[in-house]
């Protein structure tokens, strides 16, 4: 048996309760596992191939790259409208199958006063029924201090990978930062990995939408050079 | 085993959520994995995923053998794969035959495993296949090229999970053979099973070499 420790790449099949059970900060009924890692008689095994994490010796996951989205509750997710219903509409939001989103789920909507949302259009919603044993529910209703949820109109919706979107929205990300420095713009990503942007210009939205996919595999020192690149492009 | 005896590339395919390209000795094949994804009605299982391995030839259509050799990898797949995570859903595994040279199955067989470690799909274990052959003088040959196993008398796939302890999965054999000769050669494919797992976590280290 290989000894693991942390930041270390784990396959799956690995155990690594030694790792997980060791120390004394908290009870080990405390510690709380993540996404890759399962109990298995009282040990933890990896089920998926990644970089073993921890944060405070308490919790632990597994970071690992995957491309199909699983609703969690309370992600904010971008979907598109495709298919309507005499009471809801179905949404894809990427996951193994259709999102319901009903009608009285907007705010300040009635059953006389329904949102106007055709199929094809784009939402920005939140999850809040992710079980794989239903279908997932979202909703669009705000509330005090919350987001701004709801149609998404004009702009530019792309895809990138699960992980970059969740770095994107992480405050530590500077490239949104310097994108606006340049030039004012509206953006919504997903954590389910759809973007949507809208700016004064198609021309501006289109070199915005490229600087935030050219970033995906860059390093956080290459950003300044790449907005530079992007500022040149917009003066052309 | 040596240096360059497999070699593997992952997520060369841009819209399938796992693809991996492996070639093992002078076969190759490309596997790509979709899903989990909502399946029609008839083939929705309610507590557990699906798990749907199909099997492509060269050239022409494919026979009662290369359906064996699908079957095979399906429960394979199966059994690795944590099935109950995702219930209603199904998950397709698409087997391309690039070049056969001897060790067809070991090689689609590890291909899958790479390719379904790529999707981000949870899984309990990895599993290696490891082919020999046994000659008419009792001789066991791992990994054989093709002219091997047509002059051998037995030919052997046998998969292990990499789980502490030994744990075979699936075993296919062709032959005749006695049970100590199954045994040594279990013995054998078990000890060259450690170094394909050891090959799978250098692919993996170096995909994960950025973070």
Request: no cysteine; hydrophobic share 35%.
């Given at each position: 048996m290989t000894l693991v420790d942390f930041n270390d790449v784990v396959l799956p099949g690995n155990d690594v309760s030694d790792i997980v059970f060791k120390g004394d900060t908290c009870k080990r009924s405390e510690k709380t596992i993540g996404p890759g890692l399962k109990s298995v008689n009282n040990k933890i095994i990896v089920c998926n191939g990644g970089v073993l994490r921890s944060k405070d010796d308490k919790y632990f996951w597994i970071e690992f790259s995957k491309k199909k989205y699983s609703p969690a509750k309370d992600d904010v997710v971008v979907g598109i409208v495709a298919a309507k219903t005499s009471e809801m509409y179905k949404v894809?939001?990427?996951?193994?199958e259709l999102a319901t989103l009903p009608y009285?789920?907007?705010?300040?909507?009635?059953k006389k006063n329904r949102p106007e949302i055709k199929v094809g259009n784009v939402v920005a919603a939140k999850v809040k029924v992710a079980t794989p044993f239903m279908e997932s529910e979202i909703s669009c209703v705000e509330y005090a201090n919350s987001i701004i949820l709801g149609q998404l109109e004009n702009g530019f919706l792309f895809n990138v990978s699960l992980n970059y979107a969740l770095r994107l929205r992480k405050s530590s990300s500077k490239l949104l930062y310097h994108l606006g420095q340049m030039v004012p713009y509206e953006i919504v990503i997903g954590a389910n990995g759809k973007i949507w942007i809208n700016s004064a210009s198609i021309r501006t939205t289109i070199a915005i939408g490229n600087a935030v996919m050219k970033a995906e595999h860059l390093e956080e020192e290459d950003i300044p050079q790449l907005v530079k690149n992007f500022n040149k492009s917009l003066n052309v | 085993m040596s240096e360059d005896f497999l070699k593997c590339q992952l997520?060369?395919?841009?819209?399938?959520e796992g693809s991996a390209y492996l070639s093992q000795g002078k076969s190759t094949v490309s596997v790509s994995v979709v899903g989990p994804f909502e399946p029609k009605a008839s083939k929705c299982m309610y507590d557990r995923a699906t798990v749907d391995v199909t099997f492509r030839r060269k050239t022409g259509s494919i026979t009662v053998h290369d359906k064996m050799l699908e079957g095979i990898m399906q429960s394979t797949c199966e059994k690795s794969?944590?099935?109950?995570?995702?219930?209603?859903t199904t998950i397709v595994v698409t087997v391309q035959e690039m070049?056969?040279?001897?060790?067809l199955l070991s090689t689609c067989l590890n291909a899958s495993c790479m390719a379904l470690m790529n999707s981000g799909i949870a899984m309990h274990h990895l599993y290696a296949a490891v082919s020999c052959a046994v000659t008419e003088n009792e001789e066991i040959i791992l990994n054989p090229d093709e002219s091997q196993i047509n002059s051998s008398v037995a030919y052997f796939t046998l998969v292990f999970a990499n789980s502490e302890t030994r744990f075979l999965l699936t075993s296919h054999t062709t032959g005749e053979f006695s049970q100590t000769t199954y045994m040594e050669c279990m013995n054998k494919c078990y000890a060259a099973s450690k170094d394909v797992f050891k090959f799978y976590e250098n692919v993996i280290k170096k995909s994960y070499i950025f973070n």
């Open positions: 894809d939001i990427g996951a193994s009285l789920a907007f705010t300040n909507a009635t | 997520g060369f395919l841009g819209n399938t794969l944590v099935v109950e995570q995702y219930p209603r070049q056969d040279r001897g060790n």
